[in-house]
């Protein structure tokens, strides 16, 4: 009698194996119902292994290539005192003066700095990396017509940088245009030339936004 209590426990015990072995099989039939229903695109196949050889193919410039031919550039163009180039984590970067790349006040490119941007232009086109385009100010208060802080004049000198580049036909996907106003500041606001030198625009070629994916 005891036996046979025993073996009715286990047979019910073991109903859920049987229950779930049923349900792994019709959702395995429905997967097996659905890929067969499926097409895959043989265009779509082919494009995806296309872009994936081309992006193999192309050649990635280095960021130390990049800063190396920025360097030679601000020399030839005797600009290597004025405006300093560096390489670290985040990428290259170069910082422009703000009172030599702009008149007071404004958002207007100067024509020095159009001359040696349009001479980076090749540099920037082959170059795979995302392009970061900073305007800063010192901390004295802009109100003028045009810009009602800071913040309008740096995020307009930053944009006025990028539509140059852009107009002499590097990719306008590769660019950022950010303006900080006077919150980074690269020295105290503590006398004129300090101020001067926190009026910047910085160019960065970033190195954690590559826009390899991109046919540039």
């Known amino acids: 009698m005891i036996n046979a209590q025993n073996k009715n426990r286990d047979t019910d015990s073991n109903d859920w194996l049987t229950t779930y072995a049923d349900m792994a099989t ?4 429905f997967f ?3 890929f067969s229903m499926s097409t895959l695109d043989p265009v779509k196949i082919n494009n995806m292994l296309n872009g994936m050889a081309d992006e193999n193919a192309k050649p990635q410039v280095s960021l130390t290539t990049v800063k190396n031919e920025v ?6 163009e005797k600009l ?4 300093e180039v560096t ?6 970067t170069m910082k422009i003066p703000g009172d030599f790349a702009f008149p007071s006040g404004t958002a207007n490119v100067s024509g020095e700095i159009k001359a040696l941007l349009i001479k980076m ?30 913040w309008e004049l740096s995020a307009s000198r930053a944009s006025a940088v990028v539509r140059y580049l852009i107009s002499e036909g590097v990719d306008a996907r590769k660019f ?17 030339a300090n101020q001067a030198k926190n009026r910047r625009v910085e160019i ?11 046919t540039l």
């Open 26 to 29: 019709l959702l395995m039939t």
């Open 32 to 34: 097996v119902l659905l």
């Open 71 to 76: 360097k030679k550039l601000l020399k030839e």
């Open 80 to 83: 290597e005192d004025m405006i």
């Open 87 to 92: 390489k670290n984590a985040r990428g290259v």
């Open 121 to 150: 232009v090749p540099t920037m086109k082959k170059a795979t990396y995302a392009i970061a385009v900073e305007g800063h100010t010192d901390n004295i208060p802009m109100r003028s017509a045009i810009f009602k802080s800071n």
């Open 176 to 192: 950022r245009a950010i303006g900080f106003g006077d919150t980074q500041p690269k020295f105290p606001n503590d006398t004129r």
């Open 204 to 214: 960065y070629l970033d190195a954690f936004i590559k826009t390899n994916t991109l």
